[in-house]
C-alpha cells in the first residue's frame, strides 16, 4: 500500500460493538481493512451508478431445460452480444434443472441491460446479476 494516512472517527459504542461482531464473522483482521473494503464497496457502486465505466460482472440464470426453445433462446441472447460475454458456465443440477452462469463485462449501463435480457427471458426459474469492477482506479 502506497501513503497512509490515519483518522478517527466517532461512533456510537452500540454501533461499534456490532461493527466488531460483523468484522469478526467475516475473518477480518482488523477495523482498518473492513472500512478499506466499507469504502472500495462504495465507490464501485458509485462507478456502477455513472453507467459508462468498465464494469464486470456474473449473470446466474437457473431455468428447466426441457422448456421449449429456452436453452435455444438464451444461448440467441449470449451471441447476440458476443462482445460483452466473456465466459459461459453450464451445470446440470438435476434431470431437469440447469444453471448457467455468465461472465460479463463493458459499460455498466451494457452489461445491466444484457443481464435483464437473459433474466426477463421466459422459462427462466431464478436469476441475478452479481456486479463488480475491474479494479482500474481502485486503490
Same mark, same amino acid.
Given at each position: 500500500? =502506497?501513503?497512509?494516512?490515519?483518522?478517527?472517527? =466517532?461512533? &456510537?459504542?452500540?454501533?461499534?460493538?456490532?461493527?466488531?461482531?460483523?468484522? +469478526?464473522? /467475516? $475473518?477480518?483482521?482488523?477495523?482498518?481493512?473492513?472500512?478499506? &473494503?466499507?469504502?472500495?464497496?462504495?465507490?464501485?457502486?458509485?462507478?456502477? +451508478?455513472?453507467?459508462?465505466?468498465?464494469?464486470?460482472?456474473?449473470?446466474?440464470?437457473?431455468?428447466? %431445460?426441457?422448456?421449449?426453445? @429456452?436453452? &435455444? /433462446?438464451?444461448?440467441?441472447?449470449?451471441?447476440?452480444? %458476443?462482445?460483452?460475454?466473456?465466459?459461459?458456465?453450464? #451445470?446440470?443440477?438435476?434431470?431437469?434443472?440447469?444453471?448457467?452462469?455468465?461472465?460479463?463485462?463493458?459499460?455498466?449501463?451494457? #452489461?445491466?441491460? @444484457?443481464? &435483464?435480457?437473459?433474466?426477463?427471458? /421466459? $422459462?427462466?426459474? %431464478?436469476?441475478?446479476?452479481?456486479?463488480?469492477?475491474?479494479?482500474?482506479?481502485?486503490?
Amino acid at each position: 500500500m =502506497s501513503d497512509l494516512a490515519r483518522f478517527g472517527i =466517532s461512533i &456510537d459504542d452500540r454501533l461499534l460493538k456490532r461493527f466488531d461482531e460483523l468484522i +469478526a464473522e /467475516k $475473518g477480518y483482521g482488523n477495523r482498518s481493512e473492513a472500512i478499506r &473494503d466499507l469504502i472500495r464497496n462504495a465507490l464501485v457502486e458509485e462507478q456502477w +451508478a455513472r453507467g459508462e465505466e468498465e464494469t464486470v460482472g456474473t449473470v446466474t440464470l437457473v431455468y428447466n %431445460h426441457h422448456t421449449r426453445d @429456452l436453452a &435455444d /433462446k438464451l444461448t440467441e441472447h449470449q451471441h447476440s452480444h %458476443h462482445d460483452a460475454i466473456v465466459s459461459a458456465l453450464h #451445470v446440470h443440477l438435476d434431470a431437469h434443472n440447469c444453471l448457467e452462469v455468465v461472465v460479463v463485462r463493458g459499460p455498466a449501463r451494457e #452489461v445491466k441491460r @444484457l443481464a &435483464d435480457e437473459l433474466i426477463g427471458t /421466459k $422459462g427462466v426459474i %431464478h436469476g441475478k446479476l452479481v456486479t463488480t469492477t475491474t479494479g482500474a482506479g481502485l486503490p
